[in-house]
């Protein structure tokens, strides 16, 4: 190899060096997978190759308008709202899953004699109660219920069992059992309600223990009252806090969000209007939207060069006979003779296009596109004129153009 191809090799590598992306050129893809096939680990810019297209001026801007958020004052980003854990006082325990205890047949017939027995099943239960057993109360009970299943007192009893046994839950379905069938059994309350601050259901053994105590005040009853109520005060203090907090954070939310519909409302309303004035000031000729065609020589005395854009077509041929029924309130007949010859070197004959072009009431009329298509339409074809004669806003516009066309009179 000459020295000359050496010293090419040498700087063709240390370009390599300086700037990888000249190997994500596919023409060097060859250079690439053999440098690969060595071992070589080359960087991310080595593989992905960067194209560069030229946008226009008006490409980029529209481009960088796209890009631009509307500027919205944030707050910064509110940290989650997690609650706390609650420091509450008293003893639990773990719900019972035992299967649900018999329950009595409501639809039995209760006689007198089974009132009689269902008492003397009571009886023996709370002989067994006051002896510590538990079980067995509760199997005199049970056939108490089953002896007189409308009996509220059998199922409040055999519920203050369940609560002693420490089976909450079984205490609850005979306590909600007791209350089916008397909604003021005081003793139904008080064993529901502590049954329920057995399991930590704070706010409800509040609630039922506060409706025992007016049925039917005991000593017991005050006495859980003082456990579950600071504990039920605390939960209620908790979630008004947290609701507070959540419902503070909604309304910032909700307000952020009302601004920032604001000021892209406000940000697509500037775009537009930045839009049609960039396509106003494109358009060609001096006066908005132009007359396209032009008049060959301008108008005479007017603005030097003519007026670029000009009237359509210069309207070839004039207008023979002049504008067919003239306007209403402007010139009968129409204007005899018409435009003759599409006016070289200007318009021949007595008009003076400086009074059209300082008359204030005609140039503000020239900038409305509705206006300026009605006239662009007229000259056109004269015979369209008829048309136009109903509309409130060209009609008026044509008339003074044609009494500036006539002349001193």
């Known amino acids: 190899m000459d020295a000359t191809t050496v010293e090419e090799l040498k700087q063709f590598i240390e370009q390599c060096k300086s700037s990888p992306s000249i190997l994500a050129d596919p023409s060097l893809f060859f250079f690439r997978d ?24 008006e490409e980029m801007e529209e481009k960088e308008e796209s890009q631009v958020e509307p500027q919205v004052e944030e707050e910064e980003e509110e940290e989650e709202i997690i609650e706390s854990d609650l420091e509450l006082e008293g003893d639990t325990v773990d719900p019972d899953n035992d299967p649900p205890q018999k329950m009595g047949d409501p639809s039995v017939e209760v006689t007198d004699e089974c009132r009689d027995a269902s ?45 002693k046994m420490k089976k909450p839950n079984a205490a609850i ?30 706010e409800d053994a509040a609630k039922d223990l506060h409706l025992a105590s007016k049925l039917d005040y005991d000593e017991e009853i005050s006495a859980v009252l003082k456990k579950v109520e600071p504990n039920a005060h605390r939960i209620e203090e908790h979630r008004r806090k947290y609701e507070r907090l959540h419902k503070e954070r909604g309304d910032r939310k909700a307000e952020r969000e009302r601004q920032r519909r604001r000021a892209k409302a406000q940000a697509d309303y500037e775009k537009a209007k930045k ?62 003779g018409g435009f003759p010859g599409a006016m070289p070197g200007g318009m021949p004959g007595n008009v003076d296009f400086s009074k059209i072009l300082n008359d204030p009431e005609l140039m503000a ?17 004269p015979a369209n004129l008829a048309k136009h004669q109903a509309n409130p806003k060209v009609a008026p516009t044509i008339a003074k153009m044609m009494g500036k066309f006539a002349g001193p009179q």
């Open 173 to 202: 379905r005979d306590a909600n059992a007791a209350l089916e069938i008397n909604p003021d059994s005081a003793k139904g309350y008080k064993s529901r309600g502590m049954a329920q601050a057995m399991l930590g259901q704070w």
């Open 34 to 57: 053999y440098l690969e096939s060595l071992g070589a680990k080359l960087p991310a810019s080595a593989r992905k190759k960067s194209y560069v297209v030229e946008e226009s001026d």
């Open 365 to 381: 009329a020239f900038s409305d596109p509705e206006i300026m298509a009605a006239l662009q339409d007229v000259m056109k074809n």
């Open 275 to 336: 839009q049609e004035q960039s396509s106003s000031s494109r358009k060609p000729g001096g006066m908005p939207g132009g007359f396209p065609g032009g008049m060959p020589g301008g108008f005479p005395g007017a603005m030097p060069g003519g007026m670029p854009g000009g009237f359509p077509g210069a309207m070839p041929g004039g207008m023979p006979g002049g504008f067919p029924g003239a306007m209403p309130g402007g010139m009968p007949g129409g204007m005899p």
């Open 119 to 163: 008492q003397e099943a009571k009886a023996k239960a709370m002989e067994a109660l006051s002896q510590g057993k538990l079980e067995e109360a509760i199997e005199h009970l049970t056939e108490a219920i089953s002896l007189n299943p409308t009996s509220a007192i059998m199922y409040a009893t055999r519920a203050t069992v369940y609560i």
